[in-house]
């Protein structure tokens, strides 16, 4: 069964808001080993959504629409589907007066007109609302079937999980089809999109020849490349067994290429592989920043618990401070001894098993002579100081952005005992 999913909304197309609810729906229908082939955009207009609506009848089994469901006058999923089923509108008194029950429970009055939202399509089923004021809809289309549901995420979400999941489930399993979909994702730091697809580029021809797993690559900006390996089989077993076999092949082609820079699976931030690391050793950090001003930092909070291994840090932003506090040479402070010196002050400072610092030029202008990008981390594990030189592209944000994930990876790195690059590309 084939599922096409329909984003209805002008906001959308004007890129005012970003599309999370198709995202989530993909994400839960290839969990469940629901294909979905096809997402649509359609702004508010009727004509147009007819046409979205009929285009996705025509090449998909079910279609589920979000959006379009509200009170105003720019609401009209309700009535482009009527015009595609033939049939009219009918005002469900029963809705009208579960609207009204909803505002009266508010203390507030109903407006007029929220009455559109109790118009349903004749022969159509409704999704019950238990959030918002706006059901959802269950039309058959001959022998497909839409889905309509409100746009507001978490009202969204609840309707596909209690009515149109068990539904599609049903529907597949009254074909004959029980296949499920699962995935793998390894996060990357440190190569480019282009030279990873060249690393794994044999393996991925032979598998668009056939043989249950594919291969796609995201570029995720800051966050690196991801590797996703997606497998289709008869039981969660043998999806899994597909896709550990073809894990432990990309990953040695992509170790005999760069070496480790895989550093995560699925979800895993460069802190959380970090948290791990120091937890797995007993050990605290501590962290001098320069260019980043914290963001290394904040990343580290973000981790639950950080406060057990994370002892604080210094944003040691003025040369002086790096001078009087973390106790670094009188000289230039974008520089490996400093870097250095950073580390070992400040895990001095805080009384910590592990330093780590970052210094730089962020940009736009040259500092003493260093180009933009050019950044050293510093590391003090335990006494054993060292530095690492990257050579990062892009403007100020994105230097600074790129330096605090990089410092982060220069530390997983040094935490496996493995030497960290000495340039990024």
């Known amino acids: 069964m084939r599922v096409e999913i329909v984003a209805v909304g002008t906001e959308l197309l004007l890129g005012q808001i970003p599309d999370t609810n198709s995202q989530w729906l993909g994400e839960r229908l290839a969990a469940n080993g629901i294909p979905s082939h096809f997402h649509q955009h359609v702004g508010d207009n009727h004509e147009r959504i007819v046409l979205a609506f009929r285009t996705a009848l025509a090449r998909s089994d079910a279609m589920i629409v979000c959006g379009g469901l509200g009170p105003t006058q720019d609401d009209i999923t309700r009535a482009a589907l009527a015009e595609v089923m033939n049939v009219p509108l009918d005002r469900d008194e029963g809705l009208v007066a579960k609207i009204r029950a909803m505002f009266e429970s508010r203390g507030r009055a109903m407006p007029d007109n929220n009455l559109l939202q109790a118009d349903v399509p004749r022969g159509a089923s409704i999704i019950a609302q238990t959030r918002g004021t706006a059901p959802g809809l269950i039309c058959a289309v001959g022998l497909k079937v ?21 539904d599609l489930l049903s529907r597949q399993r009254q074909a004959g089809e029980t296949a499920v979909i699962r995935s793998r994702v390894l996060r990357t730091w440190g190569t480019s999109e282009s030279a990873l697809a060249e690393a794994v580029s044999a393996r991925f021809d032979a598998l668009e020849d056939g043989g249950g797993v594919t291969i796609a690559f995201l570029a995720s900006g800051i ?29 040695t082609l992509i170790n005999e290429r760069f070496g480790d820079i895989i550093f995560g699976v699925d979800d895993e931030s460069m802190e959380d592989v970090i948290a791990q690391r120091l937890i797995g050793r007993g050990a605290t950090l501590a962290l001098a920043e320069s260019l980043t001003g914290g963001l290394i930092a904040s990343r580290l909070v973000n981790v639950a618990g950080a406060s057990q291994w994370f002892r604080g840090g210094v944003v040691s932003y003025a040369s002086q401070v790096k001078f009087d506090l973390l106790h670094v040479p009188e000289g230039p402070v974008v520089s490996p ?19 780590l610092s970052v210094t730089g030029v962020a940009g736009p202008e040259e500092q003493d002579g260093l180009a933009p990008g050019t950044v050293f981390v510093g590391l003090d594990l335990g006494g054993r100081v060292e530095h690492v030189a990257l050579r990062l ?13 990089s410092a982060l990876d220069a530390l997983r790195r040094a935490l496996d005992r493995t030497t960290p690059p000495s340039t990024l590309l």
């Open 223 to 251: 966050e690196g490349i991801k590797v996703r390996l997606t497998a289709r089989g008869e039981n969660d077993d043998e999806a899994w067994a597909l896709l550990a076999e073809e894990e432990r092949y990309v990953r």
């Open 337 to 355: 001894e400093a870097a250095e010196a950073m580390a070992r002050g400040v895990r001095e400072l805080f009384g910590a098993d592990i330093g």
């Open 393 to 405: 592209p892009g403007d100020r944000p994105r230097v600074r952005a790129y330096s605090a994930i």
């Open 146 to 166: 839409v889905y309509a549901v409100p746009g507001v995420p978490n009202e969204m979400s609840e309707m596909f999980e209690r009515a149109i999941l068990p």
